[in-house]
Structures are given as C-alpha cells and as structure tokens.
C-alpha cells in the first residue's frame, strides 16, 4: 500500500503537467493560465459559500442532540473540494468540483460512514470541551475576600525577581 502511494504521489503530478500541456496546445497559454486562476477564484467561493452552510448545518445538529458525524463528513469533504480547487491543475478541479456536488458528498458519505466511528459524549460548556463531573470541582478553588488581593505578595515564589 504505501509503494501504491508512492506512486500515484509521483503520478499525479506528470498527469497533471501533461493536462496541462494538452489544453495549453488546443487553447493557448493565456486562456490556459485564466481557466486556471479562474477556477481558484471559483473554489475560493464556494468553500466560503458552502463552507458556512455546513457549519450552520453543524451547529443546528448539535442544538437538536444529534450527532453531526454526516455534516462534519460533508465540511471536511467541502474543505477539501476548495483545496483541490485552488491547487493549479485540471485533474485536481475536476475532483474539487465534484466534490462540491451534495449527492457526490452523499455517495461518499455512504461508502465511509461505515468505516468512520463518531465519538460522542462530549459536552461544550462555558469551560469549552470536557466532561462534567468531579474533575471540574477539583480544579476548582474558592477563596473568601480576605484571602485574595490585588497587591503582590513580597514572599510569593512566583513573585519576579527584581532587576538592580
């Protein structure tokens, strides 16, 4: 498998060179080089168009209790269509666009989810991510009045030594 990788890893850059120099041969060089910045510009918009519609269908997921394993799929698939699409290079838009595409995400959906284990049981609070429970209550130190003040304690240990 990883020789496999190696391979396509070289690959695909000689194809994509030789795409590249086939549209360049049938249209020009200047139409080549704008069909090229042109469709960086598109990925650039859709990630952020679709990009936003999927963390919104993230965040309404959470809101309801469900388990957003299929919309986190999808926003990691839209992440990685706007990366293939600003790579220079045919092959790498032709797969961006179709991952843009919601029933290609869907298909793809289909053939990972089982493959893929969403973990759940976590809980965002105002601390950010992290159980409840015992843990918090143990980090957690209470002080009366007296016992705080703003001025600096001279025998702190954690006091800056002063510069002479």
Same mark, same amino acid.
């Given at each position: 498998?990883?020789?496999?990788?190696?391979?396509?890893?070289?690959?695909?850059?000689?194809?994509?060179?030789?795409? +590249?120099?086939?549209?360049?041969?049938?249209?020009?060089?200047?139409?080549?080089?704008?069909?090229?910045?042109?469709?960086?510009?598109?990925?650039? +918009?859709?990630?952020?168009?679709?990009? #936003?519609?999927?963390?919104?269908?993230?965040?309404?997921?959470?809101?309801?209790?469900?388990?957003? *394993?299929?919309?986190?799929?999808?926003?990691?698939?839209?992440?990685?269509?706007?990366?293939?699409?600003?790579?220079?290079? #045919?092959?790498?838009?032709? #797969?961006?666009?179709?991952?843009?595409?919601?029933?290609?995400?869907?298909?793809?959906?289909? +053939? +990972?989810?089982?493959?893929?284990?969403?973990?759940?049981? #976590?809980?965002?609070?105002?601390?950010?991510? *992290?159980?409840?429970?015992?843990?918090?209550?143990?980090?957690?130190?209470?002080?009366?009045?007296?016992?705080?003040?703003?001025?600096?304690?001279?025998?702190?240990?954690?006091?800056?030594?002063?510069?002479?």
């Amino acid at each position: 498998m990883p020789t496999l990788i190696a391979i396509l890893m070289l690959a695909f850059p000689l194809l994509e060179i030789a795409v +590249f120099v086939l549209v360049g041969g049938e249209i020009g060089v200047l139409p080549t080089i704008g069909l090229i910045v042109l469709s960086g510009m598109v990925g650039a +918009f859709l990630l952020r168009w679709q990009g #936003f519609g999927a963390m919104q269908r993230i965040r309404r997921e959470v809101e309801q209790g469900g388990t957003p *394993g299929r919309e986190l799929a999808h926003g990691a698939m839209i992440m990685l269509a706007g990366i293939l699409l600003l790579i220079p290079g #045919f092959i790498s838009d032709v #797969f961006g666009l179709l991952l843009f595409i919601p029933a290609v995400r869907d298909a793809a959906w289909r +053939f +990972f989810s089982s493959r893929i284990t969403v973990v759940t049981g #976590f809980s965002a609070g105002a601390r950010g991510f *992290g159980r409840p429970g015992n843990r918090d209550r143990e980090r957690t130190i209470d002080l009366d009045e007296d016992e705080y003040t703003k001025t600096p304690d001279p025998n702190s240990p954690w006091r800056r030594p002063e510069i002479e």
